[in-house]
């Protein structure tokens, strides 16, 4: 069984950053590990993941070159580093883990069964 905890969520200004961490307990080396985002009234949209190993990564069109997610696979936790960013980040963020979908790709954050609580982004204009 996994179990995911994010923290650093928060509201911050256009432009600013913050740094979203998920620690991981479990058996988790095979596992696609990823980000999602759901903001009101609006589906899950998939931002970020990172394939087993840490060797490819995936992110949405709509946060490239903006977030970088990256594992410390010591400290067992995901981070997901958000800059630039723009009031139409603004969402619930979680921390989700799978094995690969749909012949091995983890490109489906939003799809993944193991999920966290999920934190809270606000970015304001």
């Known amino acids: 069984q996994v179990q995911l905890a994010e923290s650093g969520g928060g509201s911050v200004q256009a432009g600013g950053s913050l740094r979203l961490s998920c620690v991981v307990s479990?058996?988790?080396?095979?596992?696609?590990m990823g980000w999602f985002r759901q903001a009101p009234g609006k589906e899950r949209e998939g931002v970020a993941a990172?394939?087993?190993?840490?060797?490819?990564?995936y992110y949405a069109d709509s946060v490239k070159g903006r977030f970088t997610i990256s594992q410390d696979n010591a400290k067992n936790t995901l981070h997901l580093q958000m800059n630039s960013l723009k009031p139409e980040d603004t969402a619930i963020y979680y921390c989700?883990?799978?094995?690969?979908?749909?012949?091995?790709?983890?490109?489906?954050?939003?799809?993944?069964?193991?999920r966290g609580q999920g934190t809270q982004v606000t970015v304001s204009s």
């Open positions: 990172i394939y087993p190993g840490g060797g490819s990564t």
């Open positions: 989700a883990a799978d094995l690969p979908l749909y012949g091995g790709s983890c490109e489906f954050p939003d799809e993944y069964n193991y």
């Open positions: 479990g058996y988790y080396s095979s596992l696609c």
